[in-house]
């Protein structure tokens, strides 16, 4: 690409971004971490520098990616030389405006995925969402995330953080109702793994169909006695069993009118 | 299989499997089903004979398979002509006890899958949970069974009920999240195609590992800023602050310490 750039941060995402820059060209100048061992880690596996120390960073590269935790943000960006630097933030949360008291040439590239340091992902089909301060910026980032991935968008900051939401729903929340779900199952006992071929399909008609006319079970057809005979066996664990009356609910609030299907 | 089985329901789950049933040789009798359209349908494509009425139901089948609503399943039962015929249930939370009223030879055949009638669905990779009055008709049932899959189980119906709650959870629960997902894309807007690599990469991560240990996102990191701003920006819709906070909680509460992720 011709763009050098600098890390700042190397967890989950600083990893994953990194090696797809470094994969398509882009010249990782270093890395920084307040941890020694993610910042060397990752530094060593790209052939490149790491520091811990703020005052380390390299002042002459073109671009700063920001991948720290988002609480931290700004305790960090107040500790760091960065003035006037193009700094990019990764986050799906925060604004713009978040790194425009530190520099007025600035951006965002938030990719819309989950990672996990020990998973590969394959960066061409994430997509990711571009916001900039200016056209220069914009044409920097522009460069650089098509080098990640075909499925470059634009978003502004709410937009942003509606999609963030929306992925938390998806993602963060859909997570947990899987790891309760290995939790009921870890009981009977059974291996997580039955559930495989179920949550695959139910993924899968997600992504072909409207996931609201797709809705099956008990509460969308208002299945009276079932989700009394659950709400009882959920007794035990009362954290359970309010979870399930309130995803039921809300289900049932939803669909107006029972519809017809069976799980 | 040498067996002759009547198709009692022709709703979602009785098309796939007597789809299934028949792919695999047994010979399908008949198909009841209270509605003319989904009982003829079902009937002419299995090329078989169909009625709606319970008087017409045809004595003489080794096997009587039951997929009416688990709600109408005894009102069905009492009006039929069934008494002391093989019945053999598919949902996941009646007990074999419900079918021991009408007869003694009886069984359930339990199918962990969501099935929609415009998809078609692998039988041959859905785990199926297998229970029987007896030893008898358990060879009967393990002998169609292995003709759909070849994941055959046994589980009693308390086992079944709890697998049943774990599928409501990581199915029914998890397509309502996309569902809202979807909802708040379209505010964007952005289609809900943006968000299948996410689901795709939760879903397969789960397959992989503990999705206890997999979890990521605002809520685990107990990120407050992040989760405050979400919850403001849900105000308008109330309904969805509340399954947010819920969801939030429950992760947080589940989850002791904080740990670290990004989403």
Same mark, same amino acid.
């Given at each position: 690409?011709?763009?050098?750039?600098?890390?700042?941060?190397?967890?989950?995402?600083?990893?994953?971004?990194?090696?797809?820059?470094?994969?398509?060209?882009?010249?990782?100048?270093?890395?920084?971490?307040?941890?020694?061992?993610?910042a060397?880690?990752?530094?060593?596996?790209?052939?490149?520098?790491?520091?811990?120390?703020?005052?380390?960073i390299? =002042?002459?590269?073109?671009?700063?990616?920001?991948?720290?935790?988002?609480?931290?943000?700004?305790?960090?960006?107040?500790?760091?030389?960065?003035?006037?630097?193009?700094?990019?933030?990764?986050?799906?949360?925060?604004s713009?405006?978040?790194?425009m008291?530190?520099?007025?040439?600035?951006?965002?590239?938030?990719?819309?995925?989950?990672?996990?340091?020990?998973?590969?992902?394959?960066?061409? %089909?994430?997509?990711?969402f571009?916001?900039?301060?200016? %056209?220069?910026?914009?044409?920097?980032?522009?460069?650089?995330?098509?080098?990640?991935t075909?499925?470059?968008?634009?978003?502004?900051?709410?937009?942003?953080?509606?999609?963030?939401?929306?992925?938390?729903?998806?993602?963060?929340?859909?997570n947990h109702?899987?790891s309760?779900?290995?939790?009921?199952?870890k009981?009977?006992?059974?291996?997580?793994?039955?559930?495989?071929?179920?949550?695959?399909?139910?993924?899968?008609?997600?992504?072909?169909?409207d =996931?609201?006319?797709?809705?099956?079970?008990p509460?969308?057809?208002?299945?009276?006695?079932?989700?009394?005979?659950?709400?009882?066996?959920?007794?035990?664990?009362?954290?359970?069993q309010?979870l399930?009356?309130?995803?039921?609910?809300?289900?049932?609030?939803?669909h107006?009118?029972?519809?017809?299907?069976?799980?």
């Open positions: 690409m011709g763009f050098s750039v600098i890390m700042l941060g190397a967890g989950n995402v600083g990893t994953h971004l990194a090696r797809a820059l470094h994969s398509s060209g882009t010249d990782i100048r270093q890395v920084y971490s307040r941890s020694e061992e993610s060397s880690i990752l530094a060593r596996e790209l052939h490149t520098a790491w520091t811990v120390r703020t005052s380390e390299l =002042p002459d590269a073109d671009v700063y990616f920001l991948t720290v935790k988002d609480d931290v943000l700004h305790p960090f960006l107040k500790s760091a030389p960065l003035e006037n630097k193009f700094l990019v933030h990764c986050s799906g949360s925060l713009l405006q978040d790194l008291a530190y520099t007025s040439e600035c951006g965002v590239l938030y990719p819309l995925q989950t990672f996990s340091r020990s998973r590969n992902v394959d960066f061409s %089909e994430v997509p990711v571009l916001e900039y301060s200016s %056209e220069r910026a914009g044409s920097v980032l522009k460069q650089l995330a098509a080098g990640l075909g499925r470059v968008y634009l978003a502004d900051s709410v937009q942003r953080v509606k999609l963030h939401i929306s992925a938390v729903f998806a993602c963060n929340f859909v109702l899987y309760v779900a290995a939790s009921l199952l009981d009977i006992p059974l291996d997580f793994e039955v559930l495989v071929p179920l949550i695959r399909e139910t993924m899968q008609k997600a992504g072909v169909m =996931p609201f006319l797709a809705q099956t079970g509460a969308v057809r208002n299945d009276k006695e079932i989700i009394q005979k659950h709400m009882q066996l959920l007794a035990s664990t009362p954290d359970l309010e399930y009356r309130m995803l039921t609910e809300h289900i049932h609030n939803q107006k009118r029972p519809i017809h299907g069976i799980f």
